[in-house]
């Protein structure tokens, strides 16, 4: 079975992250998309995080209704920061009967080379890359282990959903419906 690892910090969920897992798995070999919650992205060190739990139970009422679509905590238990490579190779050794391909946005591809092992990555793993607005077109777009999927240029941010959400402004329609109503019972980034 072959799954997309859509890492993430997802702070919070939204609309976005949703389409494009969504058209990775009807566009591509992929049979399952995995959510993974990253507690500490390495490049975003000093950026103030919801908790990790939260956005894992936001990730978790996001996809409840798509069998297709799981979440995973597995970087809550690993050191931190936790390096891409890192997750993927625990990821295969607990699951040797499944083939992992990492989604990324287009914009990362141009520091995908700054990656820790990011060679390793390609070979044994490949990427599914999406396209993302005002990005240079990056060299990797040609090797064989790089797919580019076609998706509508999304640029909705959870930056923006959290400065809207400070500002007492709605999110209807960023966000799926359950995270707006965990957000609101929660009182996340307030």
């Known amino acids: 079975m072959e799954i997309g690892l859509f890492f993430g910090s997802f702070n919070p969920i939204h ?51 798509d069998y297709k679509f799981r979440s995973s905590d597995i970087e809550f ?7 891409t490579i890192d997750t993927l190779t625990l990821l295969q050794e607990k699951h040797p009967d499944k083939k992992f391909h990492l ?9 995908f080379p700054k990656w820790k092992n990011y060679q390793k990555i390609l070979e044994h793993f490949g990427l599914i890359v999406y396209p993302r607005p005002h990005t240079a ?3 990797l777009i040609d090797q064989k282990s790089v797919k580019m999927i076609e998706a509508p ?17 709605s999110i209807k329609y960023l966000v799926p419906d359950q995270v707006e109503e965990m957000i609101k019972v929660k009182g996340f980034y307030r």
Do not use: C
Not at 103 to 111: A, K, R, T
Not at 161 to 167: D, V
């Open 15 to 65: 609309i976005g992250h949703m389409i494009i897992a969504s058209l990775v798995k009807e566009t591509t070999s992929v049979e399952e998309v995995w959510f993974v919650v990253s507690p500490q992205n390495p490049f975003k060190k000093n950026k103030k995080l919801l908790h990790e739990f939260d956005r894992l139970d936001m990730v978790n009422a996001a996809i409840e209704d």
């Open 153 to 169: 240029e999304v640029d909705i941010s959870a930056t923006l959903i959290r400065k809207l959400l400070k500002e007492g402004k």
């Open 137 to 139: 077109p990056s060299d």
């Open 103 to 111: 989604i990324i946005g287009e914009d990362n591809l141009q520091s």
């Open 77 to 83: 238990n690993m050191p931190r920061p936790s390096y």
